[in-house]
């Protein structure tokens, strides 16, 4: 593990690392420390509506995002998660998908656009 990091965990001030896949996040888990508190999305958790106004042409095409039900739990779970940690990390897969999460990710729980 590199210990270069900002973060401190410890389980008084845990840190929340979010991934993708609720097999991985059991899986590292099992290497992280007693200061980690390890969460999985479970993948897609949000979609575009199906408005004329989920695009807005007048704002650089600035997308709007809905959440589907189990996308607003899961961020709903960790938003709770997010209140009692010292750090968070977003550890999603490399792919379109993965960026779409931590986007909508960062953006969200903060009333942001993403």
């Not at 992280?32 to 979609?47: E, F, N, S």
């Not at 509506?49 to 607003?72: I, M, Q």
């Not at 739990?73 to 998908?97: F, K, Q, W």
Request: hydrophobic content about 40%; overall charge negative; some cysteine.
């Amino acid at each position: 593990m590199n210990t270069d990091t900002p973060f401190q965990p410890s389980p008084s001030s845990p840190v929340l690392l979010v991934v993708e896949s609720p097999v991985k996040a059991r899986t590292i888990t099992g290497f992280l420390g007693d200061g980690w508190i390890v969460r999985a999305t479970g993948g897609h958790i949000a979609d575009i509506p199906d408005s004329a106004r989920a695009v807005d042409v007048e704002d650089n095409f600035a997308v709007t995002y809905e959440f589907t039900e189990r996308g607003a739990e899961r961020i709903a779970e960790l938003r709770a998660d997010m209140a009692r940690c010292s750090g968070i990390v977003l550890a999603t897969d490399g792919d379109r998908e993965g960026e779409l999460i931590v986007a909508i990710e960062a953006a969200k729980p903060r009333g942001r656009r993403p």
